[in-house]
């Protein structure tokens, strides 16, 4: 089966570039996505094909995806940005999550 | 404004059968696949099931194939799925989703979800 791997929690100061990755066999071959869930609430799309932001997402959110590792990046990481950060690719005809991140702006 | 509104969770026993259905509204329900994707308590996002626009194709994750059926009513603007033989490892939140969750069509809009239990 095939896995997209995400550590487990990334920690940024405010106002520092957070960067989350995602790792996956030639995932640089398909397109991935990046989803941001906050306690309580649904998750909203971030990043899709793999560095294109949907309307309304901030322009500090930025994505790159090449070899085997999709990266999001969050420049300026604002206190806000905390949350929890999933990277999507699908895969066989299987959308696949990874893990999760929980990023921690200290 | 985009809105997903599912309803139809509960409790139910192992083994038993529940069907979810989720109204879209705000867009043109027929240009778009619709997906369900669940969430564990305290856990990640799991992918259960897509569902093309006219509803000729559906895709499954292969943890429920045989028991989930996904289906879609575009003169209702509604997605359903029946979920048959239950198990307690089915217990989720499950949300409505907007898009295939393939390639350049990403799950752009999401509903508050519906809790399942499965319990005896």
């Known amino acids: 089966s095939y896995d997209l791997t995400q550590p487990p929690s990334v920690s940024v100061s405010p106002g520092q570039t957070a960067s989350i990755t995602c790792s996956g066999d030639?995932?640089?071959?398909?397109?991935a996505c990046w989803y941001q869930q906050k306690p309580g609430q649904s998750p909203v799309l971030v990043i899709y094909e793999d560095s294109k932001r949907p309307s309304g997402i901030p322009e500090r959110f930025s994505g790159s995806n090449s070899g085997n590792t999709a990266t999001l990046t969050i420049s300026g990481t604002q206190a806000v940005d905390e949350a929890d950060y999933y990277c999507q690719a699908w895969v066989s005809g299987t959308a696949i999550f990874g893990g999760g991140t929980k990023l921690t702006v200290l | 404004e985009v809105q997903l509104v599912e309803s139809g969770g509960g409790l139910v026993q192992p083994g038993g059968s529940l069907r979810l259905s989720c109204a879209a509204s705000g867009f043109t329900f027929t240009t778009y696949w619709m997906s369900w994707v669940r969430q564990t308590p305290g856990k990640g996002l799991q992918w259960v099931a897509n569902?093309?626009?006219?509803?000729?194709?559906?895709y499954y994750v292969d943890f429920v194939k045989g028991r989930f059926t996904i289906s879609r009513d575009n003169a209702k603007s509604s997605v359903s799925l029946q979920m048959n033989s239950l198990r307690a490892d089915d217990t989720a939140l499950y949300y409505c989703?907007?898009?295939?969750?393939?390639?350049?069509?990403?799950?752009?809009?999401w509903g508050q979800g519906t809790l399942i239990t499965v319990s005896s």
């Open positions: 989703v907007r898009g295939g969750l393939y390639g350049g069509n990403p799950g752009d809009y």
């Open positions: 030639k995932l640089g071959d398909k397109y």
């Open positions: 569902i093309q626009q006219e509803g000729s194709e559906k």
